[in-house]
């Protein structure tokens, strides 16, 4: 996401790349040679220019801005904030709910309106809004149902109707900040007295949260740090005995004695047989697999010593970038954006797609992209961050890379194509997310902040 993307770094390394290669989206694992094809034949055909110079799409394909920062108004008269990213939608009757993160760091031109009852922090711009838009996707309303929260990124919805949005930072209180961030808060997608007076969710952790995704059986939640020095860490949050996931439940929890150690947060540790893996740049092979054990995290709040370096050498796996994270398929999809030899990782690519199983406690590698050799070049992707299974099959991935930036799609067979390319200008698309009929694919540029309903002829991928 925006305060470490590679836009802001030096690139090295690209003319060693492995090529782009991609492994199916769920059920399929392509050979390495079949996969590194990536051709405008696949998934919806050739994407046109848009004569407005915002989103190209496949023939047949439109889109309606729903929302744009400093354009668009809130039901209190302010401006819709800077910096659209994570996102959900729920679905209300005929009416679909986005709650949509504004990943805002102080700087930004339009901070989520600090309003009265639901400010966390009223020295922190960030937060949420809710839009509701009809079922042909035109927007009715959107308000603020979280603010003063700080560089809100991605997040995840649950299985009870909420979202779970993560604060990118560990900021500690001092200066304009009243209070510690780092934390993830619930945001409900339907009752807006439960947002009222915002509780972080310690238990979860105080480290620079990215995504989560939660285990609708068990109530686990898996979340991914983007971090670096050491590099971030994947993260399993085990429930307390008893615990059972629900509307307020994990406000409830938190809100309890002892809540804020509530459970068990555990950072991931894989295996290769009896050789630990110390950095998941390691996998280079689609089907790479490897074994997980959890390892408790010591102090969970971070309060001396960055949770990432309370383990020792060989503890824990390490990787650069952890983004998206996304529940399906029976278990967790997570998203490692990119890897450098100069950032600590032992290999270099453009973008790995892991999946979690949690029967067989395994990951595997479903994804790879080499380094790009062109990043200008309409042809091959990198970056990939945000993440969401398509109900038509296969995954979307949100380019957050260099060059152009394109919502790029896997298919089940394990081939890549662009569904959306950015006319408008580099930024980032973030919150990829489907309705729930499957008719409208919402997703936003980052800046200067549009946030879409794309639709169009929707066929199996």
């Known amino acids: 996401m925006a305060p470490l993307s590679r836009r802001d770094l030096l690139r090295t390394g690209a003319a060693s790349g492995l090529g782009v290669i991609v492994a199916g989206s769920v059920d399929a694992i392509a050979a390495p040679a079949a996969a590194a094809q990536v051709t405008r034949a696949t998934g919806y055909g050739p994407l046109v220019d848009d004569p407005a110079g915002l989103l190209a799409l496949p023939k047949g394909f439109r889109y309606k801005v729903i929302a744009q920062s400093g354009v668009t108004k809130l039901e209190t008269g302010e401006f819709t904030p800077s910096d659209p990213d994570g996102m959900a939608c729920f679905r209300s009757g005929r009416d679909f709910v986005l709650i949509n993160n504004h990943e805002i760091g102080g700087s930004e031109p339009h901070r989520t309106p600090a309003l009265a009852g639901l400010t966390y922090d ?200 952890l983004e998206g994270a996304y529940w399906g398929d029976g278990g967790a999809y997570f998203v490692a954006s990119y890897a450098r030899i100069s950032d600590g990782s032992v290999n270099e690519h453009d973008g790995q797609v892991w999946f979690y199983d949690p029967r067989a406690e395994t990951i595997e590698l479903k994804t790879i992209y080499g380094v790009n050799p062109d990043p200008e070049a309409d042809t091959d992707y990198d970056g990939p961050d945000n993440i969401t299974v398509s109900p038509h099959g296969g995954l979307i991935l949100a380019e957050d890379g260099e060059g152009l930036s394109h919502l790029v799609g896997v298919t089940r067979d394990g081939k890549s194509y662009p569904l959306a390319r950015n006319d408008l200008n580099d930024s980032e698309f973030t919150g990829p997310v489907f309705s729930q009929d499957g008719r409208i694919l919402f997703a936003c540029i980052q800046s200067p902040g549009h946030v879409f309903a794309i639709t169009g002829p929707w066929g199996d991928c």
């Not at 983007?226 to 938190?254: C, E, Q, T």
């Open 122 to 321: 009223p020295g922190a711009g960030g937060g949420t809004t809710t839009i509701v838009v009809d079922r042909e996707g035109n927007r009715k309303s959107e308000y603020v149902s979280l603010a003063g929260t700080h560089n809100n990124c991605a997040g995840g919805e649950t299985p009870w109707g909420t979202w779970l949005t993560c604060e990118e930072t560990e900021q500690r209180a001092g200066g304009v900040y009243q209070k510690d961030h780092g934390y993830v808060f619930e945001v409900d997608a339907f009752d807006r007295d439960a947002n009222l007076e915002p509780v972080p969710l310690k238990f979860l952790g105080r480290y620079s949260h990215e995504a989560v995704a939660v285990d609708p059986k068990t109530s686990e939640i898996y979340l991914t740090e983007d971090a670096s020095g050491p590099n971030g860490l994947y993260f399993r949050w085990v429930p307390p005995k008893g615990f059972r996931g629900g509307k307020g439940a994990l406000r409830a929890l938190a809100l309890s004695e002892g809540g804020d150690t509530a459970g068990r947060l555990q950072a991931m540790s894989a295996f290769k047989g009896s050789r630990h893996i110390g950095d998941l740049s390691e996998a280079t092979t689609p089907g790479t697999r490897y074994k997980v054990r959890w390892v408790d995290v010591p102090d969970r709040d971070a309060r001396t010593v960055s949770v990432r370096k309370q383990f020792e050498p060989g503890q824990v796996t390490h990787s650069r970038k």
